[in-house]
């Protein structure tokens, strides 16, 4: 294994993330959107568990967003003009993105549901 090879990979990784929170408002909509999940958590009160979940759930939306943009890239530089596959290329990764959302909200009202409605109720 050559290391600085290695060491570049994780050079090429963060110039993406960095490109993407610079030019996508859907990710950094989700990166607000993390931390205050993460916010929420810290004054709820979760355990190791949960906060597993939370974590798990959050860098799973940043990863699905990621590739969602990726394809959005490699869509474009296939073919610049408009083409039905090209539009269901880019529908299906946003719908990926869409059923991972709800998912993680899902995750989210079963965690913080019954801790919150014992301190409201
Ligand atoms: N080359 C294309 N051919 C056909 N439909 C396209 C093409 N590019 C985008 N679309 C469709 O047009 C709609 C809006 O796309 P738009 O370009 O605004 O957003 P996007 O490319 O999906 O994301 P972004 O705005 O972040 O670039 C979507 O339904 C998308 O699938």
Redesign the pocket.
């Known amino acids: 294994m050559n290391p600085r090879k290695f060491f570049r990979s994780f050079i090429y990784a963060a110039n993406g993330i960095y490109h993407v929170v610079k030019s ?1 408002q859907n990710f950094r909509f989700h990166l607000l959107a993390a931390i205050v999940v993460v916010i929420a958590a810290a004054a709820t009160g979760l355990s190791a568990f949960e906060w597993i979940i939370i974590v798990i759930s959050i860098f799973g939306m940043f990863m699905i967003e990621l590739v969602n943009a990726s394809i ?1 890239r490699v ?2 530089l296939v ?1 610049p ?4 596959l ?2 269901q290329a ?2 299906l990764a ?1 719908g990926a993105c869409l059923i991972y959302a709800i998912c993680t909200v899902i995750v989210g009202l079963i965690i913080f549901i019954p801790k919150w409605s014992g301190i409201i109720l």
């Not at 003009?81 to 039905?84: G, M, T």
């Open positions: 996508e959005e869509v474009d073919t003009e408009l083409h039905p090209a539009k880019k529908d946003a």
